[in-house]
């Protein structure tokens, strides 16, 4: 066995202790037996399929439509176009970005693959045969396609159907003090500028989205089986968008196959499946196959940053700045919060305490699919991360300078946490030294900087890579973030039976991040019953509290803490009842995990299973105490969480075919404390096969014409159990001081933190051929370029 078999072994042991530690998922029977509920697998009596017609053509206006072919199909119900839509009220559906977007396109096609018409038919292959009997007049467009262009003032106008709008210009937003940052680059010794571009990707979950919408016209009542990673936030702008009342919509999630951020949107197909449901009076069914998730979801990044890095001849980092140019596609649909267009890429200092920062972020309109969305990270964190890892990376190159000194001369120290940044950001606590320190130990870094030296010397091409990164992640405190007006707190609610068992209702919604043991886990660790007693419900609007859904790695951060916190309610008020059965004083019992007893009598004491029963029996209750264990908050979190990592990565580059190998991996996380190593172990796994794919095979591209080339996963590649090593993880534990468990988030860490490790290590191994920088991913025929001098083919 290894060490972390071993572990999950004694973690089955009955004599484990009840709380935090390595318990093997809740969820895992049904879905290895086959038994998830996803929602393609969701039959309902009477039910109908549904299928999108989308354009062929990126940028062209609409002539005609004509449908009557499709509606003399025998099994088609109805075919549904934009200006039925337009009849309704519901052709244009709000973004979360102040925008709003087309649901069927009723004027022009924006991207290729955008919506056009819906066919409702009794099975799934008939509604996609008649998509083939629908006529479309299109009359072509030019089509804007790279974002450098799109502020020409020849560029065709994508969004002319907005008042007064005659460019394609969407937000500028910045962040830092651009002229303390001019003073300290005109006193840096060195100054590195590099043109870095983190290409558009894709979440590609494995499950694609989809939808069951069933709406009953007597009561009004409409049931949403979705896709979705935030159910309550959807339900919400449902209501507000269809007019249905809130208390008449129930959005159900139930099983997800991965999220990632791609469910994170409101994609015209859910909304189209509620109409087709309206107007046939049947259950309607819409599941998109992977080229519609791939051509029309959200995609993420997307980013051209022009970056700079000043810093003093002996490797003192005075200050950073970047200009971006942010490729939004057709609609502006990005999800982040309202006051931050570029999301949290201001984070882009680091871990670094610097002098001065200035980022300055500029959106524009391409004809593309919209929806940029935090792939596996906080709103555009993974961008920040990356541009400052890549331009530190490029320092310790200019000054030659080994890249783990330059980054352990930099830190911000451990005392000077709580950490302002120099664009608004208090890191929460952090002590980067000793991580960086126990990854370079773990990799053995000295003995591979004198391997490298030995293979270049007979011209092989060995690369060693490091990346820093803090994340932060939990949005967020209401006071400083919501997403379309929404507050970003999060409810749970926990009730203990009359038994001693447990449920705990949580807002957040699970895409297979193991919620369904963690959260029991929390209440384990506060409350003492054991996790297999305790029963996690998510996923259900008519079942859980309100709150603003999993992304961000905000789950534990926000949904944690109000675990934590509603047990501790339960526990203070088990304390009242306990005193009521004992006799004594509230203040004459100490608690032990799982029972209050006596001062100086421990003998004397109920256990929570026993202050449950008395809670609904027959005992005399305190004044103001009601008969029964449960109780509900709201946790408002005071601040997000700053989790950090030191990764390193080391590649083999072959010099005959330019085809990077990723020979090792290490990964050292510090996510506070730590609910349950073996699941945060899975989530690393998972971020870093993501970062692999990022650095070296994933992107999706477009010709001039705007025809999407990575539109299935024939041309979008993502990484197998070939591409990536056997994963070396350790970690440090810095608590969160504000959370009330000392947890920091965790779930996308990896996909964060190891993109800039893998390139690092590419430059690195391609330094005999005087090689600064690259841009992902770092294909063998970008490589090979780079090997010649040559500039990036596409
Ligand atoms: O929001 P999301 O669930 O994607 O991310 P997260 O809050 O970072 O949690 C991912 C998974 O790791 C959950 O099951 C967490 O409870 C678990 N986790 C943990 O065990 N310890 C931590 N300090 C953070 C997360």
Known sequence: ????????????SPDRPIGFGRIQRKEDPRFVRGRGNYVDDIVLPGMLHGAILRSP????????????EALAHPK??????????EALNLAWAPTLSADVQAVLATDKVRFQGQEVAFVVAEDRYAARDALELIEVEYEALPPVIDARRALDPDAAVIRDELPGRTDNHIFDWEAGDAAETDAVFARADVVVDQEIIYPRVHPAPMETCGAVADFEPVEGKLTLYETSQAPHAHRTLFAMVAGIPEHKIRVVSPDIGGGFGNKVGIYPGYILAVVGSIVTGRPVKWVEDRSENLMSTSFARDYIMQGQIAATADGRILGLRTNVLADHGAFNATAQPTKYPAGFFHIFTGSYDLEAAHCKVTGVYTNKAPGGVAYACSFRVTEAVYLVERLVDMLAQRLDMDPAELRLKNFIQ?????????TGWEYDSGNYEPALRKALDMVGYDELRVEQAEKRARGELMGIGISFFTETVGAGPRKHMDIVGLGMADGAELRIHPTGKAVVRISVQSQGQGHETTFAQIVAEELGIPPEDIDVVHGDTDQTP?????????????????VALVSRKIRDKARLIA???????PEDLEWEKGRWFVKGDP??????????????GTITLPDGVDGNLDAEVTYDPPNLTFPFGAYICVVDIDPGTARVKVRRFVAVDDCGTRINPMIIEGQLHGGLADGVGMALMEIIEFDDEGNCLGGSLMDYLIPTAMEVPTWESGHTVTPSPHHPIGAKGVGESATVGSPP??????????????VAHMDMPCTPARVWAAMQGRATPP
């Open 603 to 616: 003998s004397a004491a109920k256990t929570m299973a026993e202050i449950a029963m008395g809670a609904h």
């Open 76 to 85: 088609v119900v109805a075919v549904i176009t934009g200006k039925d839509l």
């Open 57 to 68: 053509l990126a940028h062209a206006r609409l002539v005609s439509i004509d449908t009557s």
């Open 757 to 770: 490790a893998i390139v690092n290590a590419v430059v690195d191994a391609l330094a005999p051929f005087n």
């Open 546 to 562: 309100f709150g603003l859904g999993t992304y961000g790695s905000r789950s534990t951060p926000v949904s944690g803490g109000a």
């Open 414 to 422: 451990p005392e000077q946490f709580p950490y302002k940044n120099k």
């Open 579 to 585: 005193a009521a059965m004992l006799e004594t004083r």
């Open 1 to 12: 066995l290894t060490p972390e078999r071993e572990a999950n072994h004694a973690a089955d």
